[in-house]
């Protein structure tokens, strides 16, 4: 019989560690990441068995609706890392660095350690491969568990001219391929693709001694990532066509909210068994008070 959510919230999960996803290369366990942007969806992830609770700077729109992650803060992510540790206290938390928050060697150190000191988050991520492989081996020299995003990388988008697939021809393959290689070589523990083709994604990773996940990027990686408030139904702007719906929650709320809204427009909504009582001496007394009260 399967478990209700109340009992899978009474068993303590055990928080897996940088050397269980270091090894699941090896062991061939696909490890299950997940963006989160508040406490509550990182108590859902706990309680569903998430490897990984990531805090995507996708909070940027999820959460705080603006169009893309760009304007992202430090203070902003640190808030949500904060609630996310607070919701998954037994589960990995990765800390993704927003927008020009690791810019240089100081500065990326700077925000890592809030991430870690601050957050509490068990590890950090930036985006980028061969151009940011200072950066990402500073960081591990520093003693922060560090990992990076190739592939499409938000921060770089308009690079891009938008959000388009990468590593569609052999050259711009290969490009990923060093970047990986690169990534691997600065100590990093994971590296994620986003929008890459799913065979490009798995030649790669299959040179690679680290795990790789994948976002768009097919089932051979050793994981794979989704947004939480994407495969759940719950953000609807749009949908990418790597975001699987497991559910549909926004159709959920919104019928329940219009149930509500209908029964407080008719009148039957608080009823008997949503209202305080009060003893009928105390009533009657407070009704003989106010009708004096109105004589003087």
Not at 131 to 143: E, F, M, R, T, Y
Not at 261 to 276: I, L
Request: aromatic share 8%.
């Amino acid at each position: 019989m399967a478990k209700d959510p109340g009992t899978a919230a009474a068993t303590k999960p055990k928080k897996r560690t940088i050397t269980e996803i270091r090894q699941s290369k090896k062991t061939g366990e696909k490890m299950v990441y997940m963006s989160v942007p508040d406490y509550t969806s990182a108590q859902w992830a706990e309680m569903a068995g998430v490897d990984v609770a990531v805090v995507g700077d996708s909070l940027a729109m999820i959460a705080h609706g603006h169009p893309n992650t760009i304007p992202a803060t430090m203070d902003m992510m640190v808030m949500h890392a904060q609630a996310i540790r607070r919701g998954a206290p037994n589960t990995f938390v990765l800390g993704c660095m927003p927008y020009q928050s690791y810019n240089s060697v100081d500065r990326a150190l700077v925000n890592a350690t809030r991430f870690m000191q601050d957050a509490g988050s068990d590890a950090v991520k930036p985006q980028g491969g061969k151009s940011q492989a200072h950066i990402l081996k500073a960081l591990v020299d520093a003693g922060i568990p560090t990992a990076s995003h190739i592939g499409l990388t938000p921060h770089t988008v308009a690079m891009f001219g938008g959000f388009k697939i990468q590593g569609t021809t052999a050259e711009a393959a290969m490009k990923i391929l060093e970047d990986a290689f690169a990534i691997e070589d600065a100590g990093c523990f994971m590296l994620e693709f986003e929008a890459v083709p799913g065979r490009i994604a798995q030649l790669i990773s299959e040179q690679l001694d680290i795990p790789t996940i994948g976002i768009g990027a097919g089932v051979g990686t050793d994981g794979q990532i989704l947004l939480c408030h994407d495969l759940l139904g719950v953000f609807t702007d749009f949908k990418p066509k790597f975001t699987k719906r497991f559910a549909s929650l926004t159709d959920v709320a919104v019928t329940g909210i219009r149930d509500y809204v209908k029964q407080v427009k008719e009148g039957t909504f608080p009823d008997d068994d949503h209202t305080y009582t009060v003893q009928e001496a105390e009533f009657d007394k407070f009704a003989r008070l106010l009708e004096n009260r109105k004589q003087i």
